[in-house]
């Protein structure tokens, strides 16, 4: 492994400062990300600057509107209970990501701004509408979770920019979601991930929110399958029109892991189950 400089700065600004000095320095956070690429020599860098010890990146804050700081940890996620209770499919994708200790170690934001296709929390993120509020030393920008990712490996920020927290606004009334993943074995990276959200008015669906993961070069939200839920009532009939375009919708490839045709039958398949699962919740809820 090549030797690089270790920087631990205390504020954003001093952050800013190291990363402007030093052209071929990279952020670093938890580390569980970049640490495997430097090992793989997939990235080189001069010099790592931490934003573990910046107070200003670390905590969850639920107000009128819900801030998620871009260093909170993937554990502590899960361990937060107005979290969970008001996004519980947020909460249901960190617990599946890695293990215990990677989710002691990795965040919120390492796990977006890496921009694998497999990032547990991205399809439950956009499910909800979050935004990324990005900063840099001359600006801030708010970006929804869709425009974050632009390929494999890829984000929208720039060069001098941060991921400095999630936004999500309150849930809307009746707001059910789930998230599912499907991995070769506990622990591994998703094959497929499906997040499913839906809002009902009676026997009437007002609002569907579809993203599948690990089935295109960017976590993608399956908007053609939305409009199928959205409009009318959920029958069987449309539960399975929602799966077959769930299939056709998505762009996966062959791997070592599985084959494209394998996940994009799991998608159509978690679809259907999701949607069947969400109904079946609310009418208990009836």
């Not at 990146?57 to 639920?62: F, K, N, Q, V």
């Not at 030393?137 to 632009?150: A, G, I, K, T, W």
């Not at 094959?191 to 026997?203: E, N, P, Q, T």
Request: with cysteine; aromatic share 4%.
């Amino acid at each position: 492994m090549k030797e690089f400089e270790y920087y631990s700065p205390r504020s954003l600004d001093e952050a800013f400062r190291l990363s402007a000095s030093m052209p071929g320095s990279h952020y670093i956070s938890g580390g569980t990300d970049v640490m495997v690429r430097i090992r793989n020599r997939d990235i080189k860098p001069e010099a790592l600057v931490s934003l573990r010890n910046i107070s200003d990146l670390r905590g969850i804050d639920i107000g009128s509107v819900t801030s998620i700081g871009g260093s909170t940890t993937i554990a502590e996620l899960t361990e937060h209970p107005e979290l969970a209770k008001m996004f519980p499919v947020l909460v249901q994708a960190a617990r599946k990501l890695g293990s215990a200790q990677i989710r002691n170690a990795a965040t919120i934001a390492g796990n977006l701004c890496n921009c694998s296709p497999c990032a547990d929390t991205a399809p439950a993120l956009i499910v909800l509408d979050a935004r990324a509020q990005l900063k840099s030393p001359d600006s801030n920008r708010e970006v929804s979770m869709e425009e974050l990712f632009v390929g494999p490996g890829q984000s929208c920020l720039n060069r001098d920019e941060i991921l400095a927290s999630i936004v999500l606004d309150p849930p809307d009334p009746g707001a059910r979601a789930v998230y599912m993943k499907k991995g070769r074995v506990k622990m591994d990276l998703a094959i497929a991930s499906v997040a499913v959200l839906i809002v009902m008015d009676g026997d009437r669906c007002t609002k569907a929110r579809v993203a599948a993961g690990s089935v295109a070069p960017v976590p993608l939200r399956l908007k053609e399958v939305e409009k199928i839920l959205e409009g009318g009532g959920i029958t069987k009939d449309v539960i399975e029109k929602a799966g077959a375009k769930a299939m056709e919708s998505v762009e996966p490839i062959d791997d070592v892991r599985a084959s494209a045709d394998y996940r994009r039958r799991i998608v159509g398949v978690f679809v259907e189950r999701a949607v069947r699962q969400l109904m079946s919740s609310e009418s208990e809820q009836s």
